[in-house]
Structure formats: structure tokens, C-alpha cells
């Protein structure tokens, strides 16, 4: 969609006036094992920003986001609770550029600050994606007050531009995108398949529930929530990981004929030789052999700082490859292309702004060779949002890049909204009774049938009509101290 440019929606100018962070500690009902950590315990980090946006008034919005320990940040040297504090210093870095700065559009804010940010957090020895996760989080709670002030919904913000997407360095390949008109054509939908997440440590037999009734085991997930799209975590040992998938796959098949899945190789294949030899098997595989459509992509298999080899253009990996954790930056993805990789995800942690700019390069890269089919491609996956501010945030922009599945795990992983107030929970359950199943005492996120009713996303704000109880929450300082040292 690059042409002469559609007149430009007025684009309302913000300003950070004051911030405040707060953070909960989420325990785990069940072990989640994904590449080399097992997760018990996280985080889960809360933003409440004031924003002046001019002729609107000043505003409240909100944010949350799991501070996971392992994901952003894989390096052996560094402890849990040291990644939780590089998180810290990524929020606290952000805010400090953004309050007191002049007037900019929502994005224009963003882009103004991106590249002083990353250089900084890169000098400090923090990875890309903990650095960007300070601006993926601050930008959503100002979007969330613009919203507001404009009394439009995120998918309205978008629509009419009002956040400001237009030219700008941090995107330079997209330079002569025509913003409104191809913002203008997103037609988010009001339900969503949620894709299910398998972790490593997940039974794969028996009916199992635990003491609320949640199902633990894989079938028993899939009877209670019908899904119909699964995500395979791998663990980085081909043989293992091909002996693990034939059970999964087996009970799939069983229980859910049909079911497409993804894999996740969380950058466990460091060594090619490995990745060669689990392609290879999973070609051999008879489940994938019947039915090849059925894997949908490879998601990261190998670590971060290897994406960019030339050996994974000539792979002839069974499926495509699709970048995570190596989507650290904004020219991640258009460096990946010319690697062999043609997918990106989608996570709100690791920036709104990030996620819409490459929904617009598949586009345009798609474009360019129509008769190869849509070659390249985005996903939604998830890092165990929470029910409430978090998971309904993501879910919006899942929804809003027009992607028809999301990974949900969150609420898998942990039961209804956790410790959060049962004020708070109830509040949230109220506004988007779409979003949520209250029929066992405790709001929980309600999937029937495999999907995800998400209608009540749609009204003014960043897909909330409740908010957090501020108070409930302990100070930023003592995320740490909530994992292990």
C-alpha cells in the first residue's frame, strides 16, 4: 500500500504527566516448563500513567505485563532475580524519557525515544527485549489514556490513526506506507481460537483436575475447552522431543481430529546438526506425513544471536520458521526475511508499536510477490497473560492485526485472577462478562469450544472497563525478591 497518502486523521498529542508502578506475585497452580526454566512463581507488573492529551484533558491508562524471568533473557550468568531488575530498570528508563517531554503523538513518543532507549539499555548490559519491554509497557497505559480521551476503542484509535503512525526512521523500510488507508481497512473480529499451550511437564494421560476443578492433564484440557489449535513446547534434544511429540499427538488425534499445532523450540537447538535431525524426523513422522497442513510453523527454535545464519535459508525445515525471542529490535524482522525466516509474533510485551509495523511489512512483502501467496506471516503468542488488564491488552492486538488464533496459557497456568482482590476480579468479570465464565464462584477466562469471546474488548479505552485495584499492590522494588535469587 505504498502511494500518495490518504489525508491524515488529526492525531491528538500526549503527554506523560506522572506514573506509578506496582507489582503482584502470581503463584503458579502447575509447574511451566519451557526451555531450560521451570516457572513457579512471577511478577506480574501493573502501570497507571497520567497523560495530558492537550485539547482532551488529562487522562488515566493502564497497563500489566508478567515480568518472566528466563524468556527476555536466557544468558547462564545472570540470576532470576536479576532479569526481574533489568525489567525494573527498563520501565523506570522509559518513564524517566517520557515524563516532563513536549507534546507528540502516541507514536511519534515512541519513535522519538526508541533508539536513545535501546542504545542505553544495550551500554547497561540489558538484552533487547528487556530493554524494549519498558516502552511495550508504558506505550500500551498511554494508549490507554488517549482512548480514553478521544472516547474511541483501541480498534477506533488504530482505524482513525490516532496514535500518529506515519514515516519515521525507526522504520525506514516502510517509508511512503500509506498509514491511513491501511489502518483503515483492520477489521478485528469478536472471537478468537485460543491455542493451547503444552508445556514440557504437562500430563499427557487421565482426566486429571486439581482441587478447584481446573484440568491438569491434555485431555483433560481439551474436554473441558474444546480447542482446536495447540502449541508444543520442545526442548532442544531431537530424539526426546520427536518421543514426546508422537504421545501429544497421539491424544490429539484422539481427542480432536483435525487440530493444527505449532512448535516451540524456545532456542534449545544451538547446535544445527540437532535441528537438521528434528526436521528430518518430523517429516518421518507418520501423524504429520497423513496430514502435512497440520503444523502450522516452527517457532525459534535456535537461540536469538544465531537467527542470522545462512544455514537456516537452505534447512527444508517441514513447516515455516517463525521469529520470538530473536525479535528483539524493529529491523529484526526485515533481517530475519532475507535468512529464511517468514513469520514474526505478535506479544504485547514486546511492543504494540513493534507488532503493527511487521503486520504491515507481511503485507507489503506479500505484496510484492502475489503469486507466491501470503509467504509471510504473524502470530499471537503469549507470556502467560493474565486474566484481566493483561490477557484483555493482548488479546486486543491480536485481534486488531487480524490474526484468527492467540496462545493462551495464562490461565492454565494459573487459577482465575490469582491473589487479586475479589473486588477487582468481580469488577473485570462484570464489564466483559463475554471474557469471562463466573459460574464456579471465581471469575476465570471462559473458552467454549475453543474460542474466545472478546466483543466487550470493542468499547473506549485499550480493552478495559475495570481497573486494577492500584492499592493491592506492592512496590516495583520488590518484584526481585518474588523469584528465586
Known amino acids: 500500500m505504498a502511494s500518495v497518502s490518504s489525508p491524515r486523521a488529526h492525531a491528538p498529542t500526549v503527554r506523560l504527566v506522572a506514573v506509578d508502578f506496582g507489582v503482584r506475585a502470581m503463584t503458579l497452580r502447575l509447574p511451566f516448563r ?6 513457579t512463581r512471577c511478577p506480574q507488573l501493573f502501570v497507571r500513567a497520567t497523560v495530558d492529551c492537550g485539547a482532551l484533558g488529562t487522562h488515566t491508562g493502564w497497563a500489566a505485563e508478567m515480568m518472566v ?5 536466557k544468558r547462564t550468568g545472570p540470576t532470576q532475580a536479576d532479569n526481574v531488575r533489568d525489567l525494573q530498570a527498563a520501565v523506570e528508563a522509559a518513564a524517566g524519557a517520557y515524563l516532563g517531554d513536549a507534546p507528540a503523538t502516541a507514536f511519534g513518543l515512541f519513535a522519538r525515544h526508541y533508539p536513545a532507549l535501546m542504545a542505553q539499555g544495550s551500554q547497561t548490559g540489558r538484552t533487547a527485549l528487556s530493554t524494549a519491554f519498558g516502552q511495550a509497557v508504558l506505550d ?3 494508549l490507554d489514556a488517549l482512548c480514553r480521551a478521544a472516547d474511541a476503542s483501541v480498534y477506533a484509535a488504530f482505524q482513525r490513526n490516532l496514535v500518529g503512525l506515519n514515516d519515521s526512521a525507526v522504520a525506514a523500510d516502510l517509508r511512503g506506507w500509506d498509514w491511513n488507508a491501511w489502518l483503515a481497512t483492520l477489521a478485528p473480529a469478536t472471537h478468537i481460537d485460543a491455542r493451547h499451550t503444552v508445556g514440557m511437564l504437562d500430563a499427557l494421560e487421565g482426566d486429571a483436575t486439581d482441587a478447584n476443578g481446573l ?23 531431537p530424539e526426546a522431543d ?22 516451540d523450540g524456545n532456542e534449545q537447538y544451538a547446535d544445527p ?19 502435512p497442513g497440520a503444523l502450522l510453523y516452527i517457532e525459534q527454535p535456535v537461540p536469538r544471536d544465531a537467527s542470522l545464519v545462512p544455514a537456516l535459508a537452505t534447512l527444508d525445515a517441514p513447516a515455516p520458521l517463525l521469529l520470538d525471542e530473536a525479535d528483539g529490535t524493529l529491523d529484526a524482522f526485515p533481517a530475519a526475511r532475507a535468512h529464511g525466516w517468514h513469520g514474526v509474533s505478535s506479544k504485547a510485551c514486546k511492543g504494540l508499536y513493534k507488532a503493527v509495523l511487521n503486520r504491515a511489512r507481511c503485507d507489503q512483502w506479500n505484496a510484492e510477490a502475489p503469486a507466491q501467496g501470503a509467504r509471510y506471516f504473524m502470530s499471537a503468542e503469549d507470556l502467560t497473560c493474565q486474566a484481566g488488564l493483561a490477557v484483555q491488552q493482548d488479546l486486543s492486538l491480536a485481534a486488531l492485526l487480524g490474526l484468527a488464533h492467540a496462545e493462551r496459557n495464562g490461565h492454565h497456568y494459573v487459577e482465575g485472577f490469582g491473589d487479586a482482590p475479589a473486588e477487582e476480579s468481580a469488577a473485570f468479570a462484570a464489564a466483559h462478562a463475554d471474557l469471562y465464565d463466573s459460574a464456579a464462584g471465581r471469575p476465570r477466562l471462559a ?34 525478591s518474588t523469584v528465586p535469587a
Open 447 to 480: 473458552i467454549r469450544e475453543g474460542r474466545i469471546a472478546i466483543g466487550s474488548l470493542d468499547r473506549p479505552g485499550f480493552a478495559h472497563s475495570a481497573d486494577p485495584d492500584f492499592d493491592s499492590l506492592r512496590p516495583l522494588g520488590d518484584a526481585a
Open 273 to 291: 546438526a540437532a535441528l537438521r535431525a528434528l526436521c528430518q524426523g518430523l517429516r518421518r513422522l507418520p501423524a504429520l506425513a497423513a496430514r
Open 242 to 263: 520427536l518421543v514426546r511429540l508422537r504421545a501429544v499427538l497421539g491424544v490429539l488425534d484422539a481427542l480432536q481430529p483435525g487440530h493444527r499445532f505449532s512448535l
Open 215 to 237: 484440568p491438569v492433564s491434555l485431555p483433560a484440557v481439551v474436554k473441558r475447552y474444546g480447542h482446536r489449535f495447540f502449541k508444543i513446547k520442545l526442548g532442544g534434544d
Open 69 to 73: 524471568p528466563r524468556w527476555f533473557d
Open 140 to 142: 500500551r497505559a498511554v
Open 34 to 39: 519451557f526451555g531450560a526454566v521451570t516457572l
